[in-house]
């Protein structure tokens, strides 16, 4: 099994409030990506990581910032929660170690209220 | 850019039957394609997948995808379901030149003793 951990699995918030989530790896994996899941969207990609402070967009974006100092953490913040916001995040790795063979390894998600 | 879309947002067959489950695929080149599997409170695992080497994949747990380029069609199925089977599914397409998946909405796949 791909080492990914989430923190924290659940939390509440208000809105307006700052949250940040983490993804650790420990297998030192290249691609690291957060989506989110909300019923009757599936699952939509938010920002995703091929290395060390390279970071791009995803198709949902816009709220969410990310942070990737280490090759084994990803960090998604939202700086300012909102109630659209509430959701099941979930952080996955990629195995490639050259190309991108598109299997992805996800964590056990991080449900976000937002009140 | 590369899509899915999924046919039914549930399905609901009697154990022992029968599982097939829609996917369709909009890409302007060869896609590569992916099936994987929720289980309740669970993260998404790989199922199976689709790069281009034999039209007929088979995955774990007795199911497989057929790609039809003629249909545009990836569909899932899964001879004899099992009350194990009970998941939601999810078809995702690999975006060309890019290092991601995108994926559809989903079909939860309900089974009845």
């Known amino acids: 099994d791909a080492g990914i951990t989430q923190s924290p699995r659940h939390k509440v918030t208000e809105t307006g409030t700052p949250v940040t989530l983490r993804c650790h790896q420990t297998?030192?994996?290249?691609?690291m990506y957060w989506y989110r899941q909300d019923p009757g969207h599936g699952l939509r990609l938010i920002h995703y990581?091929?290395?060390?402070?390279?970071?791009d967009k995803g198709e949902v974006s816009d709220g969410y910032s990310v942070s990737r100092s280490k090759t084994e953490d990803f960090l998604l913040t939202l700086e300012s929660a909102t109630s659209s916001q509430t959701s099941v995040y979930f952080c996955?790795?990629?195995?490639?170690?050259?190309?991108?063979?598109?299997?992805?390894?996800f964590g056990e998600g991080s449900r976000l209220t937002v009140l | 850019a590369q899509s899915v879309t999924q046919l039914g947002s549930h399905v609901s067959v009697s154990e022992g039957a029968l599982v097939l489950l829609r996917c369709n695929y909009s890409s302007s080149v060869p896609p590569y394609l992916f099936w994987y599997v929720q289980y309740p409170n669970q993260g998404l695992q790989l199922l199976l997948k689709y790069t281009s080497a034999a039209t007929l994949v088979k995955g774990i747990n007795g199911f497989e995808a057929e790609f039809k380029k003629s249909e545009t069609s990836f569909h899932l199925t899964k001879p004899s379901a099992h009350m194990s089977d009970a998941a939601e599914y999810f078809c995702a397409v690999r975006n060309t030149g890019f290092q991601k998946l995108v994926f559809g909405t989903g079909t939860r796949l309900l089974v009845s003793p």
């Open positions: 990581s091929y290395g060390v402070k390279d970071t």
């Open positions: 297998e030192n994996h290249r691609y």
């Open positions: 996955a790795i990629s195995e490639s170690h050259g190309d991108f063979t598109g299997e992805l390894f």
